[in-house]
């Protein structure tokens, strides 16, 4: 599926990107032959067979693990090495702080239907699921900047991912947390509602069920029931959704990145459209079906882990 996937986008990235465009604002402009002269050493001239330019692309993979280069000459290796562990920085955190939070708050409110906790939790849940990430991320900001005029020191960063020249492990620590928690924060208040509610609406049919009476029939009390029963049937489609989540919000973490200024996949996303890197954007889609993949195997582990019957089969 990677494989194919990328082969694919590499085809369809020659149909819609123009390395060619990147020269044609140059001043002085560039003549045809000074164009092809920077293209050709990074496999991006058109005048060289399609054909041709894949199977160089493809070798390099295959031999060198080379990516290829960017139309200005830079190493897809090198950004795709950098960029990644800056998405995971932001990505991994709020992705697990969203679940618990999700999770916690679908069983909280099921648990109490039509009672005011569930009420106020629903009304709550459905403001911030329809709160714009580019408006959630501002705000941040600005509250952010606020506080820090308040209390007359900078304790939150509101763009970068890190700070230069900062050493040693607790201040790089301290350093990287007062950069992680604002984007962070503003993933999770525009995601958490959507499994807050796809638990409930499974929690509320599963507690329902015939082998949920009959365990209360037996002497468990409703949370025991819930917790013993109930939660863990409907938490297998919770974990199968986050399991495919992961790859979307790896590469789809576009505004947020931009918003506060991470140089993530994200944001390489847009520069590789816009400076018409096809290597770049092929990288990319190799990514996101790397992700998929994994996410499709995280998906099977939790279905494995939470229903015995698969177990046993």
Same mark, same amino acid.
């Given at each position: 599926m990677i494989?194919? *996937?990328?082969?694919?986008?590499?085809?369809? !990235?020659?149909?819609?990107?123009?390395?060619?465009?990147?020269?044609? %604002?140059?001043?002085?402009?560039?003549?045809?032959?000074?164009?092809?002269? $920077?293209l050709a050493p990074r496999n991006l001239s058109e005048n060289i067979p399609l054909l041709e330019r894949w199977w160089t692309w493809i070798t390099g993979i295959v031999l060198r693990w080379d990516w290829g280069?960017?139309?200005?000459?830079?190493?897809?290796?090198? %950004?795709?090495?950098?960029?990644?562990?800056?998405?995971?920085?932001?990505?991994? /955190?709020?992705? $697990?702080?969203?679940?618990?939070? /999700?999770?916690?708050l679908g069983v909280y409110t099921a648990s109490r239907q039509y009672k005011l906790a569930d009420r106020i939790g629903q009304a709550t849940s459905?403001?911030?699921?329809?709160?714009?990430?580019?408006?959630?991320?501002? !705000?941040?900001?600005?509250?952010?900047?606020?506080?820090?005029?308040?209390?007359?020191?900078r304790v939150f960063y509101v763009t970068g991912s890190a700070s230069q020249g900062v050493t040693g492990f607790f201040p790089v620590l301290i350093d990287v947390l007062q950069h992680l928690i604002l984007p962070t924060l503003a993933l999770v208040l525009t995601g958490y509602a959507g499994i807050h509610f796809l638990q409930r609406s499974l929690l509320l049919d599963n507690i329902k069920a015939d082998y949920v009476r009959t365990a209360r029939a037996k002497g468990l009390t409703k949370a025991q029931a819930v917790r013993k029963h109930a939660l863990r049937t409907s938490l297998i489609p919770v974990a199968t959704q986050v399991a495919f989540t992961i790859p979307t919000v790896f590469t789809g973490a576009v505004l947020t990145e931009t918003i506060f200024n991470w140089n993530g996949m994200g944001r390489y996303f847009l520069t590789t459209l816009g400076t018409n890197?096809?290597?770049?954007?092929?990288?990319? *889609?190799?990514?996101? !079906?790397?992700?998929? !993949?994994?996410?499709?195997?995280? *998906?099977?582990v939790a279905v494995v882990v939470l229903d015995p019957r698969v177990r046993v089969s």
């Amino acid at each position: 599926m990677i494989v194919v *996937a990328t082969n694919i986008t590499y085809f369809l !990235a020659w149909n819609f990107l123009d390395p060619e465009n990147n020269y044609a %604002q140059r001043r002085p402009p560039l003549s045809p032959e000074e164009i092809e002269r $920077l293209l050709a050493p990074r496999n991006l001239s058109e005048n060289i067979p399609l054909l041709e330019r894949w199977w160089t692309w493809i070798t390099g993979i295959v031999l060198r693990w080379d990516w290829g280069l960017g139309p200005t000459g830079e190493s897809v290796n090198e %950004q795709v090495a950098y960029r990644i562990w800056v998405s995971a920085e932001l990505v991994l /955190g709020a992705t $697990l702080i969203t679940t618990v939070i /999700g999770i916690a708050l679908g069983v909280y409110t099921a648990s109490r239907q039509y009672k005011l906790a569930d009420r106020i939790g629903q009304a709550t849940s459905i403001i911030t699921m329809n709160i714009p990430i580019v408006v959630a991320g501002l !705000a941040f900001v600005l509250l952010a900047i606020n506080f820090n005029n308040a209390v007359g020191t900078r304790v939150f960063y509101v763009t970068g991912s890190a700070s230069q020249g900062v050493t040693g492990f607790f201040p790089v620590l301290i350093d990287v947390l007062q950069h992680l928690i604002l984007p962070t924060l503003a993933l999770v208040l525009t995601g958490y509602a959507g499994i807050h509610f796809l638990q409930r609406s499974l929690l509320l049919d599963n507690i329902k069920a015939d082998y949920v009476r009959t365990a209360r029939a037996k002497g468990l009390t409703k949370a025991q029931a819930v917790r013993k029963h109930a939660l863990r049937t409907s938490l297998i489609p919770v974990a199968t959704q986050v399991a495919f989540t992961i790859p979307t919000v790896f590469t789809g973490a576009v505004l947020t990145e931009t918003i506060f200024n991470w140089n993530g996949m994200g944001r390489y996303f847009l520069t590789t459209l816009g400076t018409n890197d096809i290597h770049g954007t092929v990288a990319i *889609a190799a990514f996101g !079906a790397l992700m998929t !993949a994994i996410g499709a195997i995280l *998906a099977d582990v939790a279905v494995v882990v939470l229903d015995p019957r698969v177990r046993v089969s």
